[in-house]
């Protein structure tokens, strides 16, 4: 599994900047400036999540790390950069995930989901679960999986989840993992969603897994950023 760092950012001021992917570049940038980057992408949401929950962010950069070389989180610099691209330090997020990718590849769209596990279960149990029996569920509902282009889930390192001023958060104002989608149009994702598959198996099965209730999702298009 490849090391991710996702920035979830959310602006100071409203209405948000003009150039939100400059301002969110900007600060990614800094962060991870000393980092060996090997990809990095910026997601711009188009469209509420397809089960109609919201999503507490702006934006979401995605950036694929060295596993060898994760340095320490710089809260200072972090401060800083996020001040100097207009972000709110304290209402935006940082987290370290590991990416398991269950079907490879890329398409126009793609679903981005926050998950928090239920709290009677353990990190270990939850993610054992997700990236085995869940996903075999997901797969199986070929109604379902037509639409999807490529599937990947992060699974969030346990207590990396913190503001972009270094705060730690509760298991209440934290999640846990993010599963994406990629999908050939918002219309396909919306389609996807509302086959008997999803309804009767993949929903089922997730009450197993998450907190029901608790996540948030955004459709977006991806864009390749240079940090």
Request: glycine letters at 6%; charged letters at 25%.
């Amino acid at each position: 599994m490849a090391k991710k760092r996702f920035i979830l950012g959310r602006f100071a001021s409203s209405p948000r900047p003009d150039d939100a992917k400059a301002a969110a570049t900007a600060y990614a940038s800094e962060l991870l400036k000393d980092v060996d980057v090997s990809r990095a992408v910026y997601s711009e949401a188009i469209a509420k999540g397809p089960r109609g929950d919201g999503f507490g962010f702006e934006f979401l950069v995605e950036a694929w790390l060295p596993d060898s070389t994760l340095p320490a989180f710089d809260t200072e610099r972090s401060v800083r950069a996020a001040r100097a691209a207009g972000l709110d330090p304290e209402a935006s997020r940082t987290v370290l995930a590991d990416e398991k990718v269950i079907k490879a590849g890329t398409a126009a769209v793609k679903g981005t989901f926050l998950s928090k596990r239920r709290p009677d279960s353990s990190v270990e149990e939850y993610q054992k679960y997700w990236r085995g029996n869940h996903a075999d569920v997901i797969q199986a509902q070929k109604d379902f999986f037509a639409f999807v282009r490529a599937y990947v889930q992060n699974h969030f390192v346990p207590a990396s989840f913190v503001t972009l001023s270094g705060c730690a958060l509760s298991q209440e104002d934290s999640f846990d993992g993010s599963p994406q989608m990629w999908f050939d149009s918002p219309d396909d994702i919306y389609g996807a969603f509302a086959t008997d598959g999803y309804h009767k198996h993949i929903k089922e099965d997730e009450k197993v897994l998450v907190k029901v209730g608790y996540s948030q999702s955004f459709i977006a298009r991806e864009y390749p950023i240079m940090l």
